[in-house]
Structures are given as structure tokens and as C-alpha cells.
């Protein structure tokens, strides 16, 4: 993974996280939710670590958190996003 797209997988950890947060999800619930494991909502949520995924597991994770993808995407590259969203 080159540099550039390790900081926008955190940077899509960190929006992700803030936002199951801000939705009252615990990360076995968004897990459930997304269809994936408790296991890899934490290491995608992982402050400082580069979990790359899958455009599935993206879309699912979106859904899961009730917001677009387009928007999921722009709230992690802009972090004042997620006050609105």
C-alpha cells in the first residue's frame, strides 16, 4: 500500500469510527450490521493502522451507518463532515 492511500485508509477508519459513534453503534453491532467481523471493524477503525478493504465491505459499512458512500468518503477527507452528517 503506497503512502498516500495508507493515510486515506486512516483517515476512512477514523470517519468511520466517529461516525458508529456518533449513530449509537457499538463496533459488534456495525459489524452485524455490515456483515462483516467484530474483528475487522476494529482493525479498520484502528488509530494508525492502514487496514485496506474491499469496495463490498466499504459499501456495506456505509449502508450499516446509514450514509451515502460519496458522503462516507468526503467525511473522511474533510473531518468538519461529520458535525453535519
Known amino acids: 500500500m503506497?503512502?498516500?492511500n495508507r493515510d486515506r485508509f486512516i483517515q476512512l477508519?477514523?470517519?468511520i469510527a466517529?461516525?458508529?459513534k456518533l449513530r449509537g453503534l457499538s463496533q459488534?453491532?456495525?459489524?452485524?450490521k455490515?456483515?462483516?467481523s467484530r474483528s475487522l471493524v476494529?482493525?479498520?477503525?484502528?488509530?494508525?493502522?492502514?487496514?485496506?478493504?474491499?469496495?463490498?465491505?466499504?459499501y456495506n459499512i456505509a449502508d450499516a451507518l446509514?450514509?451515502?458512500p460519496d458522503d462516507l468518503i468526503k467525511a473522511s477527507v474533510f473531518s468538519d463532515i461529520?458535525?453535519?452528517?
Request: with cysteine.
Open 82 to 85: 461529520l458535525n453535519c452528517l
Open 28 to 32: 459488534e453491532m456495525l459489524a452485524e
Open 66 to 68: 446509514g450514509i451515502k
Open 2 to 4: 503506497s503512502f498516500k
Open 34 to 36: 455490515a456483515h462483516i
Open 13 to 15: 477508519g477514523i470517519a
Open 42 to 58: 476494529s482493525s479498520i477503525e484502528a488509530p494508525g493502522s492502514a487496514t485496506g478493504f474491499s469496495m463490498e465491505v466499504f
Open 18 to 20: 466517529s461516525l458508529r
